[in-house]
């Protein structure tokens, strides 16, 4: 019986005199569970569309709630999400020509639209209060919550402004690739706060 006592001692002192794992990394890659996102953020995006960015950060960032966008955003993050977009738009007429430019501004569109995060389900996220650089933003919002008030109208009338903006700029599948931005079922307002809609925790950034 004491030697098993000095064994598991040993034990515990080894466990606890171990590196620790940092799972720091692991929660701050959660958001947004739904993933609607992944359609549209692709390495294309990154890596082609969005370049030469200066102090723009990842476009994972524009999808966050409000405080977390902000501390990336000088405080407005509201706006980084449509911001991001219009850089995108912006350089790809500058340095882009053909299928590239239009594959880029047709991506910019539909990361445009994406659902925000919110704190709560049925939580509306904050609209830009700046209009758009690019005239193929004007008519762009984010999807909302589906839990939120007016839905599911408030989709609905994103999807058909993403559909008619690809459209307008020469892309063929534009009913389905404005599907691809479409959000997650709602979640129970007040008591849920939406991860059983959620795909998954998975990296992002």
Same mark, same amino acid.
């Given at each position: 019986?004491?030697?098993?006592? *000095? ?18 990394? *692991? ?28 102090? *723009?950060?990842?476009p994972?960032?524009?999808l ?10 000088n405080?407005?993050g ?18 882009m ?9 047709? *991506? ?7 659902? !925000?995060?919110? @704190? ?8 830009c209060?700046?209009?758009?650089? @690019?005239?193929? #933003? ?21 999807e #058909? ?15 389905d ?15 849920? !706060? ?12």
């Open positions: 019986m004491y030697t098993s006592v *000095l064994y598991l001692a040993a034990a515990i002192v080894a466990i606890n005199a171990a590196p620790q794992p940092n799972y720091s990394r *692991l929660f701050k890659r959660q958001v947004p569970q739904e993933h609607s996102h992944d359609k549209t953020i692709t390495n294309d995006f990154r890596d082609k569309c969005f370049v030469e960015r200066g102090t *723009l950060p990842d994972i960032f524009g966050l709630g409000d405080k977390a966008a902000n501390e990336k955003h405080g407005d509201k706006c980084l999400q449509q911001d991001i977009a219009d850089f995108v738009i912006t350089n790809a007429k500058a340095k020509t053909g299928e590239e430019q239009t594959n880029c501004i047709a *991506l910019a569109i539909m990361y445009r639209s994406l659902e !925000r995060n919110t @704190n709560t389900v049925g939580q509306k996220s904050t609209i209060d700046r209009a758009p650089k @690019n005239p193929e #933003l004007a008519t762009i919002t984010q999807h909302q919550d589906p839990a939120a008030e007016g839905q599911p109208k408030i989709n609905q009338d994103v #058909l402004a993403v559909a008619a903006a690809l459209a307008k700029i020469g892309v063929k599948d534009f009913v690739k404005a599907k691809l931005t479409a959000t997650f079922p709602p979640g129970k307002q007040a008591t849920d !706060r939406g991860p059983k809609n959620s795909q998954g925790i998975k990296e992002v950034i």
